[in-house]
């Protein structure tokens, strides 16, 4: 006799008429993914999906061996990108979204598959899978609700849009190697892990991040960074340049840190190490409010609890400028180190010198990102 999980397992009538019909309207369809890699920026912390094949395990997280990339090597690929096909039934609506700045299409993409893909389950938080069929590239956020006894699985998401399709790196030479933003978060995240000399000195262990760009299933603790694009103002007039031309405008702005799993002691050190860090560093930014710690609200109602959540908000004034001038190399997947070919490691410095990413002589850097 068959046990309650082995009958489970059992194609129900339902099962076979809903995959025949399946395989008759999509005529056999199969999808083509492609994994790629999560790459962040170390100026600014921007994310960009790198095709699996150009990044090297140097580029993870911890990982990274000394001397394996020579400066100036020429880009080779080790293996090709890992890629799956499924067969399944893709369709999908589109819409026209009109809006100030821009016209473009939205396709809602639903790929209904005979069983469950197990290779969009087993990736971590810092890997993708790209989906292509014919014009339209997607990736899923989500996986639709179903019946057991039915035997389909839908898996739903939006095809890339125009404007975020060049976050997706498919050559090396697309990876964006400078700075994007132009406010002062390069200045917040120059403080992660940051260990003063002195033992009276407050030092950081709160990891920042961009808002909107916390990895996926993060444990706190952790600190989210949101300047507002409506507070950044100028407070002078007009810029100013140095001899070497470089841009200087002094403007103000708000920022708010978001902070996870802290109690009140840990943010109250937080509040203070930026505070002192302004003092000691007048040449990144002052505070020009006075930054009070606030408990925020949320909860999980099936656990009838509270999450650890603060916010604290500090107006600041800065120079806005070329910020790689003074952003200390730190990025979260790869962290790059710099030595010269046949070189042995270099002391660790506290400030990363500055670099000229479209001189070709600093090609070396671009290869800690990309296999070589």
């Not at 978060?185 to 003063?196: A, F, G, Q, S, V």
Request: charged residues 20%; negative net charge; proline residues 7%.
């Amino acid at each position: 006799m068959p046990s309650l999980d082995e009958g489970a397992d059992v194609a129900s009538p339902l099962d076979a008429a809903l995959k025949q019909g399946e395989r008759a309207i999509s005529e056999q369809q199969e999808v083509c993914f492609t994994l790629y890699v999560r790459v962040a920026l170390p100026l600014d912390g921007y994310v960009f999906w790198v095709k699996s094949d150009l990044v090297s395990k140097s580029t993870l997280f911890n990982v990274m061996g000394f001397n394996e990339v020579p400066l100036n090597t020429p880009q080779t690929l080790a293996a090709p990108a890992s890629t799956f096909t499924q067969r399944g039934s893709l369709h999908y609506a589109s819409r026209r979204d009109q809006r100030e700045d821009q016209n473009f299409s939205v396709n809602r993409m639903v790929f209904t598959s005979e069983g469950p893909i197990e290779k969009l389950n087993q990736v971590g938080p810092n890997q993708l899978w790209i989906g292509r069929y014919k014009d339209l590239t997607f990736a899923f956020g989500s996986h639709g609700l179903l019946y057991r006894a039915a035997g389909l699985w839908h898996y739903e998401g939006d095809a890339v849009y125009p404007d975020t399709a060049i976050q997706l790196v498919d050559e090396l030479s697309d990876l964006q190697t400078k700075q994007i933003v132009s406010n002062s978060l390069p200045l917040w995240l120059k403080m992660n892990y940051y260990t003063p000399a002195f033992y009276e000195a407050f030092g950081n262990d709160i990891p920042l991040y961009p808002a909107f760009l916390v990895p996926a299933n993060l444990t706190p603790p952790w600190g989210s960074v949101f300047i507002s694009p409506e507070t950044t103002e100028a407070l002078a007039s007009a810029p100013s340049f140095d001899s070497q031309m470089n841009r200087w405008q002094i403007c103000k702005e708000t920022v708010r840190i978001t902070l996870f799993g802290l109690n009140n002691d840990a943010a109250l050190d937080f509040a203070d190490f930026v505070q002192q860090w302004a003092e000691n560093n007048p040449d990144d930014f002052g505070i020009m409010n006075m930054p009070v710690i606030k408990d925020l609200h949320r909860v999980q109602t099936e656990l009838g609890v509270i999450v650890q959540k603060k916010e604290i908000v500090f107006e600041i004034n800065y120079f806005q400028q070329r910020m790689n001038q003074i952003a200390r190399a730190l990025i979260e997947e790869c962290i790059p180190e710099f030595f010269p070919s046949g070189a042995g490691p270099i002391p660790p410095i506290v400030e990363q010198p500055s670099l000229d990413f479209s001189d070709p002589d600093n090609s070396g850097y671009l290869a800690v990102f990309a296999g070589v």
